[in-house]
């Protein structure tokens, strides 16, 4: 990943320049009324030199083409059927192994928070790629404040469990709620954030509403979506997939061109938008990530730790 300072970046640059005058539009709105959470008709955030060069998708390809299997298994389920979910009120349990416990209110958490834009680099495990210009903040945010306890070595997530909105929770496909789980350094690392936004707008229920996980140097289901459950705990968390198909999706699913699923390659990527006959990109390690993160794998077999 190349980086780039925050006074360098700008949104003319790497999109196009109508949707960037839109964009600055709904910023000076949202400066008016000032930031009212995920209700705001735009999300004002600074640049972060933690961005990516590399030209974002477009926000149709990102909001028609993605994952969450809670609305049905495939690419354009979630934009068909999201539209159904409430968003407003929204919670968050915070338990575990933490000082002050309890279920916080949405804009309880995001009080106080400096959001980023955060242009990252997207890997599915399915060897597609895009590259989202998230909205959000640092998850060691919200641990800090509610304080983490010495037990704790793991953080788990919960999605929201609401079959009645989410059409996709009444097969079995999965073990609902879906779960996902990080070890509490990569929890607290600068680049795993808490995205409530993307593109300057409030987030697409389809792509995680109102908010979720974005960890990018791992593969996408490790981002979970419309969390509403963190827990610090000590032992390493059941995770959905990982339940599923041990022997298919690890729990840590670092991004590795060297460890393929054992039903395809992972050595090179197909990226979405770049057109039906372009050829794959060459995947990297880490996802490109691997001088802010290849320290937390110190001693590991790479291979093994999938």
């Known amino acids: 990943m190349r980086h780039q300072n925050g006074s360098d970046l700008s949104w003319s640059d790497v999109t196009d320049k109508s949707v960037w005058l839109n964009r600055r539009q709904l910023i000076a709105g949202a400066a008016a009324i000032g930031l009212a959470g995920p209700a705001a008709a735009g999300i004002s955030a600074v640049p972060s030199s933690l961005s990516t060069q590399e030209k974002p998708n477009t926000l149709e390809e990102i909001t028609s083409y993605n994952n969450f299997y809670e609305f049905g298994l495939g690419k354009e389920d979630p934009a068909a059927y999201a539209s159904a979910l409430t968003v407003d009120p929204w919670s968050i349990q915070i338990d ?6 309890g279920t916080y209110p949405l804009d309880d958490i995001l009080k106080g928070v400096t959001l980023e834009e955060r242009i990252y680099r997207f890997r599915c495990v399915e060897a597609w790629g895009m590259v989202i210009p998230w909205i959000g903040f640092p998850l060691a945010t919200v641990l800090d404040r509610v304080g983490i306890q010495s037990g704790a070595k793991y953080v788990a997530f ?14 079995s496909i999965l073990d609902w709620p879906y779960r996902e789980g990080l070890r509490l350094d990569e ?9 409530t936004g993307l593109y300057g707008e409030e987030m697409p229920k389809q792509n995680g509403a109102p908010i979720r ?23 390493q968390p059941e995770t959905t997939w990982n339940m599923m ?17 054992p039903r395809w390659s992972q050595a090179s990527e197909r990226r979405i938008g770049a057109g039906l006959f372009s050829s794959r990109q060459e995947t990297v390690l880490f996802n490109g990530y691997a001088d802010e993160v290849a320290g937390l794998y110190k001693g590991m077999d790479l291979a093994k730790f999938y």
């Open 96 to 101: 575990g192994l933490v000082d002050r416990p």
């Open 158 to 171: 919960e999605t929201l469990l609401r079959p009645e909105e989410m059409p996709g929770q009444r097969s």
């Open 187 to 195: 929890a607290m690392h600068p680049l795993t954030i808490l995205a």
């Open 213 to 235: 996980l974005v960890v990018p140097w791992k593969y996408g289901f490790k981002s979970i979506k419309s969390i509403v459950r963190i827990s610090l705990v000590a032992e």
């Open 245 to 261: 198909a041990p022997g298919e999706y690890g729990f840590y699913a670092n991004v590795n061109p060297g460890v393929d699923h």
